[in-house]
T-cell receptor
Framework: SQQGEEDPQALSIQEGENATMNCSYK?????LQWYRQNSGRGLVHLIL?????REKHSGRLRVTLDTSKKSSSLLITASRAADTASYFC????????????FGTGTRLQVFP | GAVVSQHPSWVICKSGTSVKIECRSL??????MFWYRQFPKQSLMLMAT?????????EQGVEKDKFLINHASLTLSTLTVTSAHPEDSSFYIC??????????????FGQGTRLTVV
């Protein structure tokens, strides 16, 4: 089952532009995480935002969380061709589980 | 971050044969491990959760007799796709989290295994 829906499904931009991806989820969460996946590879953790946080930064990444709307966004500023990848949000489906469930993902293509 | 080694990175097998995929945590011990499956351009779907020394817990719709999981030690888990068919062709990824004391934290993933059944 999918916990989160992400949009857009695919995004193409030029280098230097900003990329924004959105994630909506269904259940109450303790935290929400964003992962990156290069084509044909495993996933790399990018950032974790806790339910009591509204915004978090890490380098060129900015994540927001709105628990009232059950949504999160990932902003990549000043994108680079190397940012080309798929991006997934992920949450645990309840407080007492360690099952990490992923959203549908956004495929980002950054053209040089 | 933790290092997870998954092997092989790709495999091609004939229909009816079995394939074993290994997943090792190289720098920490993990009592819980997760196996995911991913079809092209789709998200990761959780297949099963395994705990060291006990039977794996499978998600709804996943055949436990087809996808055998062995979590023999705190650093090694294996997924065996038995009697593989072309529809089993997919990308399989293992994931570790640190010990249960760190519940609800980030996960670490293997590099994935591309299985093609011909």
């Amino acid at each position: 089952s999918q916990q989160g829906e992400e949009d857009p499904q695919a995004l193409s931009i030029q280098e230097g532009e900003n990329a924004t991806m959105n994630c909506s989820y269904k259940t109450s969460i303790n935290n929400l995480q964003w992962y990156r996946q290069n084509s044909g590879r495993g996933l790399v953790h990018l950032i974790l935002i806790r339910s009591n946080e509204r915004e978090k930064h890490s380098g060129r990444l900015r994540v927001t969380l709105d628990t009232s709307k059950k949504s999160s966004s990932l902003l990549i500023t000043a994108s680079r061709a190397a940012d080309t990848a798929s991006y997934f949000c992920a949450t645990y489906i309840s407080y007492n589980t360690d099952k990490l469930i992923f959203g549908t993902g956004t495929r980002l293509q950054v053209f040089p | 971050g933790a290092v997870v080694s998954q092997h092989p990175s790709w495999v091609i097998c004939k229909s009816g044969t079995s394939v074993k995929i290994e997943c090792r945590s190289l720098d920490f011990q993990a009592t819980t491990m997760f196996w995911y499956r991913q079809f092209p351009k789709q998200s990761l779907m959780l297949m099963a959760t395994s705990n060291e020394g006990s039977k794996a817990t499978y998600e709804q719709g996943v055949e436990k007799d087809k996808f055998l999981i062995n979590h023999a030690s705190l650093t090694l888990s294996t997924l065996t796709v038995t009697s593989a068919h072309p529809e089993d062709s997919s990308f399989y990824i293992c994931s570790y989290r640190r010990d249960r004391a760190y519940m609800n934290t980030e996960a670490f993933f293997g590099q994935g295994t591309r299985l093609t059944v011909v």
